[in-house]
Structure formats: C-alpha cells, structure tokens
C-alpha cells in the first residue's frame, strides 16, 4: 500500500522519478540560458543589443532603435506594448521621469509630435501609436507661473504624443 499504489494514484512512475526528471529539465534549462547570456553578451560587444520585451537583436548604433527605460531596453516596435504596462508598475516620480525620457525619444527619432488634449486628431496622416504624457512645461500641473493657463497642453496638464507611421 505505499509506492505502487501512489503510482497508479499519480497515473505516473512515482514522484521521485518526476522530480528527478525536473531537476533534469531545470538543469538543462540553466545552461541553455547560461550559454544565451553569454550569446547577448558577446553580441553586445559587436554593436547588438537586446530588446528585453521580444528579445530581438538590434544594432545598438542606431539611436532609434532601442529605447534605454530604466535599466532595460525596449526596440520601437514594442513601445506600444511595453510602456502601458511598465508605467503602471512604476512610482509617480520615476514614471514622470522615464516618461519624459520616452517622449524626448520618440520626438528625436521617430518625429513624434504632441497635440493638446482638447484638439482632435485633424491630420490625415497615419498614425503608428500615441500616448497620453503629462506635460513637461507645467509638469502636469496645467498651471504655468502661478495661475496662468499653461499654453503648451491647453489646461489640462497632460499631452497627446503623435507617432506617425513612417512613409519611408
Ligand atoms: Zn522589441
Ligand atoms: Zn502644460
């Protein structure tokens, strides 16, 4: 009543056997990503970095390609995805400041505009993705100098960011 009957009990050949297999696995599983990071390490050195959402090989080169938020790195493609997600996990003043960052990125590299949050989208060019960012003159107060309507983001303290999908 003790091992053959916990095997037909489990349907399987034992526990031990399944945590042997296990250990096994997560061995194999240590070394295949030991030899991966060693793999990103050497191809950094060459100029590629790694995207940490898709995990894709960029050329590090390229300002545009990879955005550097808080110690990781995310390609532009994955942007969209990843900075909803990643703000929602970060404190107020960090958000600002990665935030910021992102902005400042997009509008060096991808020719991101901002556009007031009151003004509807009146352009016809196709748009890749956008943002809701607070404003970086009044610093999402909507106030400039005291009680003066800030005259970059209309009053609300907070910023559309445009991507346009690139026609090139
Ligand atoms: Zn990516
Ligand atoms: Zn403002």
């Not at 191809?43 to 970095?49: C, M, N, P, Q, R």
């Not at 590090?60 to 390609?65: E, I, L, Y």
Request: proline share 4%; hydrophobic share 35%; net charge positive.
């Amino acid at each position: 009543m003790h091992r053959s009957a916990r095997a037909s009990e489990f349907g399987i050949n034992g526990n031990e056997v399944r945590e042997e297999q296990e250990d096994e696995v997560m061995e194999i599983l240590a070394r295949v990503e030991h030899n991966l990071n060693d793999l990103a390490q050497g191809l950094s050195l060459l100029g590629l970095k790694r995207c940490s959402w898709c995990k894709r090989f960029l050329r590090s080169s390229d300002p545009g390609a990879l955005f550097g938020g808080d110690g990781e790195l995310v390609c532009f493609g994955c942007v969209p995805a990843w900075w909803p997600s990643r703000r929602e996990q970060l404190s107020c003043e960090d958000r600002k400041k990665i935030e910021g960052n992102l902005v400042f990125w997009l509008r060096s590299f991808h020719n991101a505009h901002l556009v007031k949050d009151s003004r509807k989208t009146s352009e016809n060019q196709p748009v890749k993705f956008e943002l809701v960012a607070s404003c970086l003159e009044c610093r999402g107060t909507g106030t400039l100098m005291g009680d003066r309507r800030c005259r970059y983001c209309d009053g609300p303290g907070a910023v559309r960011v445009v991507v346009p999908e690139r026609t090139r």
